[in-house]
């Protein structure tokens, strides 16, 4: 599904140093797989995962995603290709002029279905989140985490083949934060891929999901032991 072969994303610092956010990256995620991603802050997880939604280009290397290459990606290939995913960007990046429920079922209506027709389905994702209750809030009203549930309500609307979550529990209680990963596993189990970049280790220890493990821009693949402790495998 996601094949990455020597990946580089180099940055021009602002004494025009270079500064490599991915080096050399190389990774390979099967169809169906579920992976967490974790690493310490500026080992590169968000701009593994704007290469991923295309968003941005490597600067040099391979990457493809379903057997699209990503660094020639444009126009309606690239438009097509987004819309098949299902994003949680770090930010949220919700749309501040529509309600909560029209943030949430755009995925759906940029493949050319109404609101009316799927208004179903969307109240049901939002009930998934908890959050049925503020379908008609503006997300300024909302609270960081109820914003960050809004985020994960529209990347799991459209039932995308593809996830990619960065820190989707970084603003939730524990609790939330289990029910968030639950309904990752459940369109996992449905077939999804998933890609989950976080923090929460415990998280990631008690899920026992195959984990890879950025450090400046490399990755180390990260093996559980049966007694649960995460280790880096090198
Ligand atoms: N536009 C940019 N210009 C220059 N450097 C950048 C740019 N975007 C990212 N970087 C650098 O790339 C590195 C990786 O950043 P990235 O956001 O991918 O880290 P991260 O693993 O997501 O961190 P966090 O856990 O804090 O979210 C950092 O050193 C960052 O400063
Ligand atoms: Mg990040």
Redesign the pocket.
């Known amino acids: 599904m996601i094949s990455f072969a020597h990946v580089y994303k180099t940055?021009s610092?602002s004494r025009g140093q270079e500064?490599h956010?991915l080096r050399d990256l190389n990774v390979e995620i099967a169809r169906g797989e579920f992976v967490f991603l974790t690493?310490p802050?500026?080992?590169?997880?968000?701009?593994f995962f704007r290469l991923l939604s295309a968003y941005d280009r490597a600067t040099s290397g391979y990457a493809t995603v379903a057997g699209v290459r990503l660094n020639e990606l444009a126009g309606n290939d690239l438009a097509f290709y987004r819309r098949k995913l299902g994003v949680v960007f770090?930010d949220f990046r919700l749309l501040k002029h529509k309600t909560v429920l029209e943030n949430v079922i755009l995925p759906l209506v940029i493949r050319g279905e109404s609101l009316a027709s799927q208004r179903e389905r969307a109240m049901q994702v939002l009930e998934d989140v908890g959050l049925h209750h503020k379908a008609q809030e503006w997300p300024e009203q909302l609270s960081g985490g109820e914003q960050q549930r809004v985020a994960i309500a529209r990347a799991l609307i459209h039932r995308p083949g593809l996830i990619i979550a960065d820190?989707p529990t970084g603003n939730l209680d524990p609790e939330l934060s289990e029910e968030i990963m639950d309904l990752f596993e459940r369109a996992n189990a449905q077939g999804t891929t998933v890609v989950v970049a976080t923090?929460d280790h415990e998280m990631v220890r008690r899920r026992s999901k195959r984990t890879l493990r950025?450090l400046a821009g490399q990755v180390s693949e990260a093996e559980l032991a049966k007694g649960g402790a995460v280790w880096d495998h090198r």
């Open positions: 940055y610092g500064i956010a690493g802050s500026g080992a590169g997880k968000t701009t770090q820190e923090h950025l």
